[in-house]
């Protein structure tokens, strides 16, 4: 890292010195009323706000940085009033906060041509379509055309500043962009910037970043072909553009500070079956490497010809304690999306949601976090209505899957009438978007949803002992483990002991607890199959757990598993939180047994390794060894965390000397001082291995 | 074929190449008093206790046949591993070190996940205890795993000069540990003479099974100019040795200690730290590293 990096990273990430500048929060109705009392529509609205937003940007530039715009106005305004939304919500199904969030859009659409190419095409059309009548798609592009006009109106300021300040490099960067095409790395980068600062001001949130090593690939060649820079300079400039995603990132809405979704995906294999994994791509990792920071965060694609040393620089980024890189199998999730309907360009150029869901680029429209089943609860509740009765384990079984059908059906009945608040800005970099004047948050190419799966530990665990104590040795009776359950292992030391400790536990690779997983899960996939959204999409099975694995559990009462009512659920696709396992491997083995080209949706099987693990390059090699083996054996989504128990309990109590600890919560990485207790609680309490 | 073991632990990165399966087999004749391992010294089964968890719910006082004659850790001082209150105990924090085990049954296990650690170019690796001790099963579970499976060993070299030949040559691997080259420290700190040591770390420089050196760098005890000097004087010119390992002392050692009712008194300061030189290893030309 070069000491211009170095301060830089000073001056925004840990001394938040920018912060500063920022303008008093404003109350987030105000404007609301003012569109209400004139009569605005949604989209208008949406795209007032925008505008409105960006002319009350003023520039600013700080010492040392060459990349730019900042952001001052930490308020997004809400697009109604309190009772407008009401009223939405007693008609319309809302998901979160009702904007186009967690979608990654097509960059190039705008990075590749500038904004006024963009702008005269936008101009042109708009003309045809007055001319053919249709009024309101000549308006939606009219509005486009106001959006890009007060983006580059911001740009222009900034420039006019950097002029002022004498910051030529800067003045001559944005002479060229946004306005027009970039023609080297740098200005390509810069250019990001612009778009992804206009998407956060625009109120869309969770805005991934995407296949960067991909399309910004062809002005990082040409500027090292032609001399114009060299790999160290590259990466001094990748550098500079990563803290960027660390200004404004504490403004962006989500669960937790650190939820913002601002995922890269690297690598991945091509149609023709040739890696795109490139130099770029490797200077991602070492980017992310040598800056420790939670943004942006790293997904890397593999395949079973990725080599070791891929693997072996993710590990050494695991290292680091930032909870990523987290690893898709291009071998499964491929012929997963194929499977879903995705045509092959699609399929093959996929990316990762703000979490893991999986989601194509520019043509997705997907919400692939719309709902979730818990397991857990479908056990739970045939466990307490039928086990009574039931004569054999398989019954219980089959009474079990009706419930995640059941839950299934639920979710499907929930998700109608969905309304989405207008993108016109992220429209333009959406396929066929602005073309048709249609906005993106009535559908695109792509419109499927995604539901999660939780709890399939706490499930299967119970199910297993279930059909051991229960149906098999005869040690427990059915009234005995219903009472038990009922007054939640109340005087049942002896029960709850069995249960929690002894019982057969998913993780330990053991078939006759293994194949209840896969059961279950292929009952998922079966309940999704057939389904149809709304919009004409499909619905996918996951195995992520996202927030639910905390809801989910809060009002779950004690299962056969020696759970406690109430006690958490393991975090996405791992294993039960008190389980007692043989080790990694096991593990592994046992989480690579489902059919999961069936439950593609995303969610990482989640491993917590202790630090020391990491402790020499031989053993971050074995880690990278233990990865790759995972994919080999059919794993669709890695991650792993270097943690230790001892610095967090420590952070909890001091949490001014661990500013800078980083965990992985759910499907995204934060600072551990910065979360709830209740998510600080739930990591400490997750399984650490050391090998 | 009869033997005891006390752990196999699996993606084990320590251990040899690649991933590897090690098994621990239980008691050793040298008592190192950095031994983080006080579980692998008797080769009986023994009960141990986690310091942490306890209620005081009194199901094992109930549970133990010697239940009036119980310390203050729950353990009689004439206990003799029977197990009761293993089960007993609802916070499960009690249990017993050491598994019988035929080495038929072992090579089994160790077998169905063979393939697995094969594809990492990893193995098996026996370590303990001091796999010496059990010599007969050790050897019987390797000839039973086959030509397949890459076998390494950790042992401290104490044992009898035809056991040791026949490890070196049944193993692919060894990993040997020098803890000292001085014989009256060795004898304070091991409690055993380092003379069969030596002699077999002779036997395995002259062969050609390859091998590790190991060792267990102590502060205040061997980790001085003079302890490396002498191994490496002892080792550069072995053809088959492949490097020399150093393992730092780790604060943690004495974790086991107090779960066997046992007095963890290391006889040397185990905050002072440790003098690394891989300088000496180069001037001999002997590759090292520090795990």
Redesign the interface.
């Known amino acids: 890292m070069t000491e211009r990096i170095r301060q830089l990273k000073q001056f925004f990430v840990i001394d938040k010195a920018h912060h500063a500048t920022r303008f008093q929060s404003q109350d987030e109705y105000a404007l609301a009323e003012h569109f209400k009392q004139k009569g605005l529509n949604d989209l208008e609205r949406a795209t007032q706000r925008l505008t409105l937003m960006m002319a009350a940007e003023t520039p600013l530039l700080f010492p040392l940085e060459r990349i730019v715009l900042t952001r001052r106005n930490p308020t997004v305004p809400s697009l109604f009033t309190k009772a407008e939304l009401d009223r939405i919500k007693s008609t319309h199904k809302l998901h979160e906060r009702g904007e186009v969030c967690n979608i990654s859009v097509d960059y190039t659409m705008l990075l590749n041509r500038g904004l006024r190419d963009r702008r005269s095409e936008l101009t042109i059309s708009a003309a045809a379509f007055a001319k053919a009548g249709e009024k309101d798609k000549a308006d939606y592009l009219t509005m486009q055309v106001e959006i890009l006009d007060a983006l580059q109106d911001l740009c222009n300021r900034y420039r006019e500043q950097a002029i002022r300040e004498g910051r030529q490099e800067i003045a001559d960067m944005l002479t060229r962009v946004p306005m027009l095409a970039p023609r080297t790395f740098p200005e390509a980068l810069q250019m990001f910037r612009i778009l992804h600062f206009a998407m956060w001001l625009g109120g869309n949130y969770h805005n991934t970043v995407g296949r960067l090593d991909q399309y910004l690939y062809p002005y990082y060649r040409a500027d090292i072909d032609a001399g114009r820079m060299t790999k160290e300079s590259a990466l001094e400039w990748l550098e500079e553009f990563f803290l960027t995603f660390n200004r404004d990132s504490d403004l962006y809405p989500g669960m937790q500070q650190g939820d913002n979704g601002q995922s890269i995906m690297l690598g991945g294999l091509n149609t023709d079956g040739s890696d795109s994994y490139n130099e770029l791509s490797e200077l991602c990792l070492k980017a992310s490497l040598e800056l420790c920071l939670i943004d942006p965060k790293i997904n890397l694609r593999v395949n079973h010809n990725t080599p070791l040393d891929v693997y072996v620089l993710g590990s050494e980024l695991t290292k680091q304690g930032l909870g990523f890189p987290q690893y898709a199998n291009d071998e499964i999730v491929i012929p997963a999306l194929l499977a879903y309907g995705y045509e092959p360009r699609d399929a093959y150029n996929y990316t990762v949601a703000a979490c893991w869901e999986f989601i194509v680029p520019g043509r997705g429209m997907d919400i692939p976090n719309i709902g979730a089943v818990s397991f857990a609860a479908a056990m739970q509740k045939a466990v307490a209505e039928q086990l009574e009765s039931t004569t054999n384990f398989d019954a219980l079984l089959t009474a079990v899957k009706n419930n995640i059908h059941q839950q299934v059906l639920e979710n499907v009945k929930a998700v109608q009438n969905l309304y989405i608040f207008p993108a016109p800005f992220l429209s333009l970099m959406m396929d066929g978007c602005s073309d048709s004047g249609r906005d993106v948050s009535l559908g695109c190419r792509y419109n499927n949803y995604g539901l999660h799966g939780t709890g399939i530990a706490t499930a299967v665990d119970a199910l297993a002992a279930i059909r051991k104590y229960v149906f098999g040795d005869q040690s427990i009776t059915k009234t005995e483990l219903l009472h038990a359950l009922e007054r939640d292992y109340a005087e049942q030391?002896?029960l709850?002991?069995k249960l929690?400790?002894?019982a057969p536990k998913m993780g330990n690779n053991d078939p006759e607890v293994d194949d209840i997983a896969v059961a279950l899960m292929d009952a998922f996939a079966d309940s999704v199959q057939g389904q149809i959204n709304e919009r004409g999409g499909i619905f996918r099975a996951g195995t992520g757990s996202a927030m639910y694995y905390v809801w989910h559990a809060a009002n779950l009462p004690a299962t056969a598993d020696g759970r406690h009512a109430g006690e958490g659920l393991a975090a996405n696709y791992s294993p039960s939180l008190f389980a007692r396992l043989?080790?990694?491997?096991?593990i592994l083995?046992s989480f690579a047994k489902p059919h999961l080209t069936r439950l593609c949706n995303g969610g990482p099987l989640t491993l917590e390794l202790h630090d020391t693990?990491f402790?020499?390059e031989?053993?971050i090699q074995?880690?990278a060894?233990?990865v790759k083996?995972f994919m080999?054996m059919g794993g669709h989504q890695l991650q792993l965390n270097a943690v230790n128990r001892d610095t967090m309990l420590d952070a909890q109590r001091n949490p001014k000397d661990h500013r800078n600890l980083i965990v992985r919560v759910w499907g995204w990485s934060g600072y551990f001082v910065e979360l709830d207790k209740e998510y600080q609680d739930h990591i400490i309490k997750r399984m650490e291995l050391a090998? | 074929m009869n033997g005891i073991i006390f752990d196999i632990?699996?993606?084990?990165?320590?251990d040899g190449p690649?991933?590897r399966q090690t098994v621990f087999v239980k008691g050793c004749p040298l008592r190192c008093s950095w031994c983080h391992n006080p579980e692998g010294l008797s080769p009986r089964m023994e009960l141990m206790i986690s310091p942490n968890g306890c209620t005081c719910?009194g199901?094992c006082v109930k549970a133990c046949p010697k239940g009036d004659r119980l310390l203050n850790f729950g353990k009689p001082v004439d206990c003799d591993a029977c197990g009761l209150c293993v089960a007993?105990?609802?916070?499960?924090i009690r249990r017993l070190a050491g598994e019988a085990i035929t080495a038929g049954a072992l090579a089994d296990r160790l077998l169905a996940?063979a393939p697995?650690y094969a594809?990492?170019?990893g193995g098996v690796t026996f370590s303990g205890g001091e796999p010496l001790m059990q010599a007969a099963f050790v050897l019987e579970t390797l000839r039973l795993l086959g030509s397949g499976v890459h076998k390494a060993v950790e042992t401290s070299g104490y044992g009898a000069e035809a056991d040791f030949d026949q490890f070196m040559a049944s193993f692919d691997l060894v990993m040997m540990d020098l803890k000292s080259m001085d014989d009256d420290i060795h004898r304070h700190f091991t409690g055993v003479s380092n003379e069969r040591i030596l002699a077999n770390a002779k036997r395995l420089c002259a062969g050609s099974t390859p091998f590790i050196i190991r060792i267990p760098v102590i502060p205040g005890v061997n980790d001085t100019v003079e302890h490396y000097s002498a191994v490496a004087e002892l080792v550069s010119a072995a053809p088959a040795l492949l490097r020399v390992e150093m393992l730092p002392y780790h604060l943690t050692a004495g974790a086991k200690y107090a779960m066997l009712h046992k007095p963890y008194t290391p006889g040397f300061d185990p905050d002072c730290p440790v003098h690394i030189n891989q300088d000496i290893f180069a001037q001999y030309g002997i590759r090292s590293?520090?795990?």
Request: aromatic share 4%.
């Open positions: 030391d002896g709850l002991a929690r400790f002894d043989k080790g990694p491997i096991s083995q693990m402790r020499n031989q053993a074995k880690v060894l233990m083996s080999d090998l | 632990k699996e993606g084990a990165i320590h690649g991933l719910c199901s007993a105990c609802p916070q499960r996940n697995y594809s990492t170019g590293c520090v795990l």
